[in-house]
């Protein structure tokens, strides 16, 4: 099953490590907003702690239920003794002799074990329930992790959409005030404008320069940081294939929206599989105050076999089946000192659930209330560029006529860059919100 993901994770990056080997850092990865994720995910080194963390609990798991079955285990031991004397024993009216002690210097000694829990006051079968919460548990925090990294993804991914949108902006601005530049010289020229009028048009091209330089390392560190998300070389350029979709879905009621993250996110999963196994502790803790019984048979096979009389030297072998009986009758309270700290950290997993809810509650009235902001100031900012626009329609068309002011040409147009860029921000702000939606809903 591994190697069938591991195989299917190459195969998805194929084609990207293909085109960078053959265009080199310079040929532009085209990448929509899944590809983005589906790299990310394939690529990310910090899913790996989660993931291991997921082995370790099935691992534990698998310890615990193996610790319940029956074990087998095989000792042996070789002994060289010195020399002793031996004796032996005539019994009256008989001519025979009994050795009671006789030498034998080389002694072998082989045992096998067989143990089986019959009773354990409902400690092993508490601990197997504990491990296999702790595993659920483990893999709903696998499934956060993940759900985190993809926001960060694609939020990373709409971030250089913006950084690429609001430097195109840019320029159509400094194209804009050149071709007012050139207006303002033409009058100058015919001596209907003054020099410092030409100075301000030059002032005003200065400060958008300035901004375009500011909005192109953005776009380079907006780029940069995809790339090392994605594990690419951090010249890596991209053509983004995802466009912002212009179009407002409805948000369903707050109360929903709660209602859907409390059952699906993956952390409050955790937190109740993490009560559930802190129950099971607490059971397994008290397991310890009752005696516990197990089932132990053994077969030995020595030379000399000291169960055997009178002793020869040969092999020979015995076997025998007991029950053990085992029941700590004072042991200064351990195990209800380990009772209270199972039920202490039991208490604690169920005030952090609660405040979890809260938390979890909290995020969500604060992504919709962000969302039906981002909303409003959509239909704000497109009006905004409606009117702008027509302001600078009229005010360009007046000054070419001569009746306006140099001044006023120039505040029409930061007035309308301003309206581009509050509308560019307000849709991107909207996707961003929708991506934190999902993710505070459990969504990926």
């Given at each position: 099953m591994k190697r069938n993901r591991t195989i299917a994770s190459l195969l998805l990056l194929l084609p990207f490590s293909l085109l960078i080997a053959q265009g080199g850092p310079s040929s532009p990865v085209e990448l929509t907003v899944d590809d983005c994720v589906r790299m990310g995910l394939s690529y990310s080194k910090g899913l790996d702690s989660s993931r291991w963390e997921v082995e370790h609990s099935r691992f534990q798991l698998k310890e615990v239920q193996a610790s319940a079955l029956p074990s087998l285990s095989l000792s042996g031991t070789y002994t060289r003794l010195s020399k002793t004397p031996s004796f032996g024993v005539t019994i009256p009216g008989s001519d025979s002799t009994f050795v009671l002690n006789p030498s034998i210097a080389d002694n072998y000694s082989s045992q096998l074990t067989l143990k089986a829990p019959l009773f354990t006051g409902g400690k092993l079968s508490s601990l197997t329930?504990?491990?296999?919460?702790?595993?659920?548990?483990?893999?709903?925090l696998y499934n956060?992790?993940?759900?985190?990294?993809?926001?960060?993804?694609?939020?990373?991914?709409?971030?250089l959409y913006r950084a690429r949108e609001l430097e195109g902006l840019i320029l159509e601005n400094v194209e804009l005030i050149k071709v007012h530049l050139e207006q303002v010289n033409r009058f100058y020229d015919q001596g209907l404008a003054k020099t410092n009028e030409?100075?301000?048009?030059?002032v005003q091209l200065s400060s958008v320069e300035l901004k375009r330089v500011e909005a192109t390392n953005g776009v380079r560190l907006a780029s940069k940081t995809l790339a090392s998300l994605l594990g690419l070389p951090l010249e890596t350029t991209f053509a983004l294939k995802t466009d912002v979709q212009r179009e407002i879905?409805?948000?369903?009621?707050?109360e929903t929206l709660v209602e859907e993250a409390l059952r699906n996110r993956p952390e409050i999963k955790a937190a109740s599989h993490s009560i559930k196994a802190g129950e099971a502790q607490v059971k397994a803790a008290k397991g310890d105050l009752y005696p516990s019984l197990a089932l132990l048979g053994n077969y030995t096979y020595a030379r000399p076999n000291s169960r055997i009389m009178p002793v020869e030297e040969k092999f020979n072998d015995t076997w025998d089946v007991s029950l053990a009986l085992s029941f700590d009758l004072w042991n200064w309270g351990i195990a209800r000192h380990k009772a209270g700290q199972a039920r202490a950290r039991l208490i604690q997993s169920r005030d952090q659930s609660i405040a979890l809810k809260d938390s979890v509650t909290l995020e969500v009235h604060q992504i919709y209330n962000d969302t039906v902001q981002a909303v409003e100031k959509i239909k704000v900012a497109q009006e905004g560029v409606t009117l702008a626009h027509e302001?600078?329609?009229?005010?360009?068309?007046?000054?070419?006529a001569g009746l306006t002011l140099n001044s006023e040409l120039l505040d029409a147009e930061v007035a309308l860059l301003q309206a581009k860029v509050d509308n560019t921000q307000s849709w991107v702000d909207y996707e961003l919100n929708k991506e934190k939606l999902k993710k505070a809903l459990g969504q990926e």
């Open positions: 329930t504990a491990a296999r919460s702790g595993l659920e548990a483990a893999k709903e956060r992790d993940r759900k985190e990294l993809v926001l960060t993804l694609r939020s990373s991914y709409w971030n030409v100075l301000k048009v030059k879905a409805g948000v369903r009621p707050v302001n600078y329609r009229i005010t360009n068309e007046r000054f070419k």
